[in-house]
């Protein structure tokens, strides 16, 4: 057997319940790794352009990386892939937890789904087995309903599951994927997709020890690492208070989304923010396998009108924001019930906020009104409402039928002009990150292939001081504001640095480039896991290869330049706080995007040229390049 | 000649979060993070009377300044 990895994808044909094993080789491993890279090889292969992503042909992809479940703080993280329903493009979203550790101990690196179940399924993978079981007693259960029951079904309390909630089931565009009710593949609607296929599920338990090639070093690297969390300052305070401890943090940077992502600061921000959080309703820590930060949150509060169970996760940072700050909403409990809500019903958190936001923004300016909503007043700040809202978008019933297509949709069946207020990028609505304060993160926005903003580098954790991109050669502080070739430049490294982390499934809290792992201990743990002699060179590569295939899908499904721009608002000068007056200008955002195209060896169409697939090993690729690229836009931003 | 100028410090930073500190005259915001013991790395985004600056703006008597650790994702 290889070190750090199984050799082995499990192919499922959901339509005959039928599965087999492949075992691809070294050099296949080496080129595409895991998580996003690996899923974007299969879904290229196995997706026909133009299909429809809720029907059978869709694919849809777990994949865990070759270092996936190495005893290593951060390396717990799977991708789940497939052609996304909210966007149309590639989708892939990826979570931490104890789900990919688990599969690579049952003898697999990645599954492959095919078809659609006849009747509802879940997959039970143990020790090397395949099961395609009855879902049917499970179908309409929530995610904890669903856990329990699986546990029961199968005898064992510590299988992981992967699961979906009513939402997906209901196909809901935004639904995710969900393990151990507190980790979320959360974006692309990757839920939906599950549901399209009657997969209900996927349970796996295994025993099997993953070989490290060099397990001294594994040991020795890994006691570095948590040293280091003890100091490296982002990580001291994740650990502290999680990712609660952003709120206050942007908000004082004046990028704290607010009033669907009109305004930077927030009125009611310390009523939100970790001090808050930590002082009504934090439960206790909670990690991910083989972590040392501990960052994550658990919640409890016995309340009548908001109940938190510490079992059904605590609110972060996106939660916080787009069920909060971006609703002017500052009653913490309903935040984060509305999270626990999302969590055991199956919806994405980030898009769910933006889609209550939108409404709200429309019933402000009267496009939507009480007619519409049955009598229900969706005024900004009234947590009452939102939670009324997700209800009916879970149902399917009146105004929620509608709002839950996702806020592109949404604007188009409502008409008289509620686009004006629909924020998205290609189809899918925003993290709360607020690009006219992070330049480099609006054109990530605008270039990731998602509209996601975890391959996405954050200008401000290098405003004063780039100690941690040296070794790309990054060697002047960055400019946050600033919209040029310079940051195109800092971009283009930035995003190829940061897209490592989906490619080998791991946590951005605890690896490059911002948190405790560096560039060269980094590749030493690779090194350490597979045995290969590798470099920052290669994974790199593998990174910049990632991205590319992933253009390759959207490029192949009718995306174009067009789709490469940011929202509206953020061309428009910022009202207040910190950065009164910042916008993104127009002209220059786009030149700074076609900037990143000539360094990324991309042709003007948004294309990526013949000699750059040769050069990252997509030789196989040039044939799909060539049919491809009618100019024609799928997609438009408001 | 010293000048009066206020700090605000966010998240692990917080330790005496809000202080008055003395510093000599042409002092740089460089300068402040070194005499409040705060290691660069620890300096994400810095904003003198809540607008963003360098580490090299040169401090006025009464500016406020805020610091805020590096910050990403979430």
Partial sequence: MPYGYNGRVLHVNLTDAS?????????????????????????????????????????????????????????????????????????????????????????????????RASKPAYLWLHDGDVEICDAANLWGKDNWETLEGLREELGDKRIRVASIGPAGERLIPFACVQNDLEH?????????????????????????KLEMADPDSVKEIRHWHNERFKVHPPNVGLSKVGTSGLVKGLNQAGILPTHNFKYGVFNGVDKIDAEAYHATIFHSSSTC????????????????????????????????????????????????????????????????????????????????????????????????????????????????????????????????????????????????HDGRGKTGMAMGYALSATADHVETPHDTAFAANVTNLLPLGILEPVQPLDTNAAKARYFSLGQKAWGINNCYGICNFCSVPIHAMTF??????????????????????????????????????????????????????????????????????QAAIEMYYEISGWDKDGKPTPGKLIDLNLEWLIEENDATGTGETVSSSA | MTLQVQVKLFLHLRKNRNQTVEVTDGSTARDLVRLLGIRLEAVGVLSINDRQATLDQQLKDGDIISIIPPIGGG
């Avoid at chain 1, 974007?40 to 990386?65: Q, W």
């Avoid at chain 1, 690579?104 to 492959?112: E, H, P, R, T």
């Fill in chain 1, 19 to 115: 599965w087999e094993v492949e075992e691809p080789g070294e050099v296949w491993y080496r080129t595409y790794v895991g998580g996003s890279s690996l899923a974007a090889y299969y879904l290229l292969k196995n997706i026909k352009a133009g299909i429809d992503p809720l029907s059978e042909e869709n694919v849809l992809v777990f994949a865990c990386s070759v270092v996936t479940g190495a005893p290593l703080s951060g390396f717990s993280r799977y991708t789940v892939a497939a052609k996304s329903p909210l966007t149309g493009g590639f989708g892939e979203a990826e979570a931490g937890g104890y789900f990919g550790p688990e599969l690579k101990f049952a003898g697999f690196d990645a599954i492959v789904f095919y078809g």
């Fill in chain 1, 184 to 208: 979320f593949n959360g974006r692309a609607g990757m839920g939906a997709v599950m549901g399209s296929k009657n997969l209900k599920a996927v349970a796996v338990r295994g025993k099997q």
């Fill in chain 1, 289 to 432: 396998y083989s972590c040392a930060v501990k960052c994550k949150r658990r919640v409890a509060l016995e309340d009548d009108a908001y109940p938190l169970d510490p079992r059904f996760g605590g609110a972060e940072y996106e939660s916080l924001g787009c069920l909060g700050s971006l609703l002017d909403i500052d009653n913490l409990p309903a935040i984060a019930r509305a999270n626990q809500v999302c969590n055991l019903m199956g919806l994405d958190a980030i898009s769910t906020g933006c889609v209550v936001a939108f409404a709200m923004e429309c019933f402000e300016h009267g496009i939507l009104t009480t007619e519409d909503t049955g009598g229900k007043a969706l005024e900004f700040g009234d947590a009452d409402a939102m939670l009324w809202l997700i209800e009916e978008m879970v149902n399917q019933r009146g105004i929620g039928k509608i709002l839950s297509q996702g806020v592109k949709k949404a604007a188009a069946a409502i008409g008289r002009g509620a686009d004006k207020y629909a924020f998205h990028i290609k189809g899918s609505e925003l993290p709360v």
């Fill in chain 1, 520 to 589: 060269t201990r980094l590749v030493e743990a690779i090194k350490a896991i597979t045995g290969w002699e590798t470099s920052l060179f290669e994974i790199l590569r593998v990174s910049e290869r990632s991205n590319v295939m992933a253009r390759m899908f959207n490029n192949r499904e009718g995306f174009s330049p067009a789709d490469d721009r940011v929202i509206r608002r953020w061309h428009e000068p910022m009202p207040d706080g910190p950065l009164k007056g910042q916008r993104i200008d127009p002209e220059e955002f």
